[in-house]
């Protein structure tokens, strides 16, 4: 099966997706309401399954393991050109172009995990926990005429975060990344979430945007059918 996201304003092409890449503790305010301190602890990355990419307007299925999901949002970089050790001077020439999208966190299932000191994917890699906009071809300075990343809940914002802010920028994450593992064109780096995440339910209606981007991530939470 593949797995693939629009690319804005284009009918022909499709971006096919490869990795799908997470960064943790990107932004100070919400490693501190996590609990960790951001002076000390730089970002981390994690992998998602292709199985839990997820387009816009398309519904969420709360899963039925969890008691406790929660939203972050997050700036998403969509890497075009493949490379490892790349310098942090090079590493904007590998971006095809960026979105926005949704990390699903079943909360519990993470802090379980945790306190048995087992991998915690489980609570980040299930199908359909990493929705994404379409992609937007476009350099790093294309990028820069965006605003905040914002998030509404049932019309009420919940998290809000300037991308400018990220304890590690855009070009560090991909030459950090490429330090460990090849990026490849196709694979989706999700830079973290800013301060606010919070809990879902069924039949919340979740609106996430880069203010002045004109894709928009909808998604409807859904219960799991019997």
């Known amino acids: 099966m593949k797995y693939v996201l629009p690319i804005a304003g284009e009918t022909e092409k499709k971006f096919l997706v490869n990795k799908i890449i997470c960064i943790g503790r990107n ?3 919400h490693a501190r309401e996590m609990g960790h301190d951001p002076e000390r602890e730089p970002p981390f990355f994690f992998f998602k399954p292709q199985s839990a990419l997820a387009q816009n307007n398309t519904d969420f299925i ?3 393991f969890s008691q406790q999901v929660e939203h972050e949002l ?5 890497i075009g050109k493949s490379g490892t050790q790349i310098s942090v001077t090079e590493a904007a020439d590998h971006m095809f172009g960026f979105a926005v999208g949704l990390d699903m966190t079943c909360r519990d299932i993470q802090k379980q995990a945790k306190q048995l000191g ?3 994917e489980l609570a980040k890699g299930f199908d359909g926990s990493a929705p994404c ?3 937007q071809r476009g350099a790093l300075q294309d990028l820069e005429q965006y605003g905040d990343l914002v998030l509404t809940r049932n019309g009420e914002e919940v998290q809000r975060g300037d991308w400018r802010t990220m304890v590690w920028s855009i070009p560090e994450l991909i030459a950090e990344v490429s330090r460990y593992i090849k990026l490849e064109e196709g694979d989706l780096i999700f830079t973290g979430t800013p301060a606010g995440v919070g809990p879902v339910k069924p039949g919340d ?9 004109a894709q928009e991530l909808n998604i409807l939470v859904t219960k799991e059918q019997d």
């Open 62 to 64: 709360y899963p039925h």
């Open 27 to 29: 932004y100070a305010e």
């Open 118 to 120: 087992r991998p915690w």
């Open 74 to 78: 997050e700036l998403v970089i969509a």
């Open 205 to 213: 209606r979740l609106c996430a945007k880069l203010e002045g981007f």
């Open 133 to 135: 906009t379409a992609i």
